[in-house]
């Protein structure tokens, strides 16, 4: 157990829905950061947190949006699915904005859009 | 941006020492990482580089050339837990530090 929780481990869902993946970040650290992998492709970075306040964007869709709250937990919401978006979502965490140690990466949420 | 390359794929025998590189090209070149990801895992920190050289940890090393813009992970004594993906990631500073993930070099260890 890395100490990162997500949930759902797993999320089977329409095109046209919206879901919310949820991620608690280890105790202490204020940063949170959410990947997504595709098939094959490597780990692209969407969003970054920091002790609520947005820090950092990626190659982050209109379609989805997130946010950290006072308790430092995350939530990411994606919308209007797609095919495409069927992928593993992982959460990280680290203790400052800057990360000298590296991440500690959630077991991740794996979303299949039908 | 950040452009980074991985060899897609490699084999190595147990008990065998494997080398990965990985090349990079970035501005604001910050720290190199390292992570292993076994297929359906998160995942795992191996080792980070910010000065050139090497630096070890057990059985797994890691190089950093700032200059030529070159890192290799390189495997001692290989198991078969070690058969899993490894992923080379950039940090670029400049406004809030991110960090960018090569596609990784899935490794195959064969008796």
């Known amino acids: 157990d890395s100490g990162v929780t997500q949930t759902p481990k797993h999320l089977i869902t329409a095109t046209g829905q919206r879901v919310t993946l949820r991620c608690s970040p280890r105790?202490?650290?204020?940063?949170v950061y959410w990947y997504q992998q595709s098939l094959d492709q490597g780990l692209q970075f969407l969003i970054q947190?920091?002790?609520?306040?947005?820090?950092a964007k990626g190659n982050i869709l209109e379609r989805f949006s997130a946010q950290q709250f006072p308790d430092l937990h995350s939530e990411l919401n994606l919308s209007s699915l797609e095919l495409g978006d069927s992928a593993l979502y992982f959460c990280a965490s680290s203790v400052l904005d800057r990360v000298n140690y590296g991440y500690t990466f959630g077991s991740g949420t794996r979303l299949t859009v039908v | 941006g950040q452009n980074i390359d991985q060899p897609t794929e490699m084999t190595a025998t147990e008990g065998a020492i494997v080398q990965i590189n990985c090349t990079y090209q970035?501005?604001?070149?910050?720290?190199l990482f390292w992570y292993q990801q076994h297929a359906g895992e998160a995942p795992t920190f191996l080792s980070y580089?910010?000065?050139?050289g090497l630096e070890e940890k057990g059985r797994f090393s890691s190089f950093l050339s700032r200059s030529k813009g070159y890192s290799y992970l390189l495997l001692k004594e290989l198991q078969m837990k070690d058969s899993a993906s490894y992923l080379c990631?950039?940090?670029?500073?400049?406004?809030?530090?991110?960090?960018?993930f090569g596609t990784g070099t899935k490794l195959q260890v064969i008796p």
């Open positions: 947190y920091y002790n609520g306040e947005e820090r």
């Open positions: 990631a950039v940090r670029v500073s400049g406004g809030y530090q991110k960090v960018t």
């Open positions: 105790s202490g650290d204020l940063s």
């Open positions: 580089n910010v000065l050139d």
């Open positions: 970035t501005s604001g070149f910050n720290g």
